[in-house]
């Protein structure tokens, strides 16, 4: 079975310009969870997508918005890039179901942006 | 989600037995132990997790102690690759936040 898959791998960007990044979870998985993760800041929980709806939100400025499609592919969207905003972008699938009692998430390979 | 401690880092001899032991002395009955890895730079990898039962795996062994307040993580024969940092996170599933928090793991060197 494939794993998650992550597009593009490494980006470069100019600060104010907008960027989209795509995560293609593993074949039925329906949960999409994105990562911040900074040298400084570790890993930090930016948003989770189920079934088209946002399930969870972190602690993020609106700048950083997300999206999933109905075959379970989500995108990342973050406008009005900041130099703060070069880091690692993980995407983690899992089934999904609330109920599950040990819910795994798998992590992509990630993105890795830079914002100059 | 309990806290967790590991030790910042560990060196292991190519060949042997990589022991990574993590505290979590305030973990709760229905909160799982979860094992992920991260080589530099990649996606963390899963690796293994478990409620109370020691579990096994093609990659590693997961020994959690009666009373759950600590675990230890094996890799049987550790290879050069094994080198990464590796993170031990305590976590409830069922209906909770589902976001995962990784604290600062332990950095495993496999020395040649």
């Known amino acids: 079975k494939a794993g998650v898959t992550q597009t593009p791998r490494y980006l470069i960007k100019t600060r104010g310009q907008q960027v989209t990044l795509s995560c293609s979870p593993i074949s039925g998985h329906r949960s999409v969870s994105w990562y911040q993760q900074t040298p400084g800041q570790g890993l930090q929980f930016l948003f989770e997508?189920?079934?088209?709806?946002?399930?969870n939100k972190g602690n993020f400025p609106g700048r950083f918005s997300g999206r999933q499609f109905s075959n379970s592919r989500s995108e990342m969207n973050v406008s009005t890039l900041e130099l703060g905003d070069s880091a690692l972008y993980l995407c983690a699938s899992s089934l999904g179901f609330l109920g599950a009692p040990d819910e795994t998430q798998y992590f992509g390979p990630g993105t890795r942006l830079l914002v100059l | 989600d309990a806290k967790t401690t590991q030790p910042p880092s560990m060196d292991c001899a190519e060949g042997r037995a990589a022991n990574l032991p993590c505290n979590h002395s305030t973990i709760s009955g229905n909160e799982y132990v979860y094992w992920y890895r991260q080589i530099h730079s990649q996606g963390p990898q899963y690796i293994i997790h478990?409620?109370?039962n020691n579990e096994t795996n093609e990659m590693a062994s997961l020994i959690i102690t009666e009373d759950r307040k600590s675990s230890t993580l094996i890799l049987p024969h550790a290879t050069l690759r094994d080198t990464a940092v590796y993170y031990c996170?305590?976590?409830?599933?069922?209906?909770?936040?589902?976001?995962?928090?990784f604290g600062s793991g332990t950095q495993l060197t496999v020395l040649p």
């Open positions: 478990g409620l109370k």
């Open positions: 996170i305590v976590r409830y599933t069922p209906g909770s936040a589902r976001q995962l928090t």
């Open positions: 997508y189920f079934s088209e709806t946002q399930r």
